[in-house]
C-alpha cells in the first residue's frame, strides 16, 4: 500500500512539474530537399564544427521537439540569445566532406535570431 501510494504522490509530481512537448518549426518552401544546422556561436559565423545537420523534403515542415518549453530554454540552448540557422544544399552535403564544407563555405544562405525574433515568428523559421 506505500509503495502504491508512493507511485501515486510521484506520478502527480512528475505531471505537474513538467511542460508538455514544445516545437521549434522549420518550413521548406522549396522543390529541393535541403538540409539545416542550428547554430549558438553567436557572433562567429563559421559553419560548427558538430555536423548536426537534419533534412527536410521539399514542401515539408521538420519539427524540433523538446520536452520542456523553448521559450524558457532558449537561453540556454543559445547563450547569447541570438542563434544562426544555416541551410544548405543536399547535393552539397551528401557529395562534399564536412570540412570541405565548411572551410569553402557552402552554404544557401544563414540567418541570424534573437529570441524576440523567434518568438514573433511563432517559433517558425521559413526557407526561403
Avoid: G
Avoid at 95 to 122: A, G, T
Amino acid at each position: 500500500m506505500k509503495k502504491m501510494l508512493f507511485l501515486f504522490i510521484l506520478f502527480i509530481l512528475i505531471t505537474n512539474s513538467c511542460d508538455k512537448a514544445d516545437y521549434f518549426y522549420v518550413e521548406n518552401r522549396t522543390d529541393a530537399l535541403i538540409y539545416y544546422l542550428f547554430s549558438s556561436e553567436y557572433p562567429d559565423t563559421i559553419i560548427p564544427t558538430n555536423r548536426d545537420i537534419m533534412p527536410i523534403k521539399a514542401h515539408s515542415v521538420h519539427d524540433n521537439v523538446i520536452l520542456t518549453s523553448w521559450e524558457r530554454n532558449f537561453s540556454k540552448c543559445f547563450p547569447k540569445d541570438t542563434m544562426f540557422i544555416f541551410f544548405f544544399d543536399a547535393n552539397t552535403i551528401e557529395k562534399n566532406d564536412w570540412d570541405v564544407v565548411r572551410r569553402d563555405y557552402m552554404i544557401l544562405e544563414r540567418r541570424m535570431y534573437s529570441k524576440q525574433d523567434i518568438i514573433k515568428s511563432n517559433w517558425r523559421i521559413v526557407y526561403p
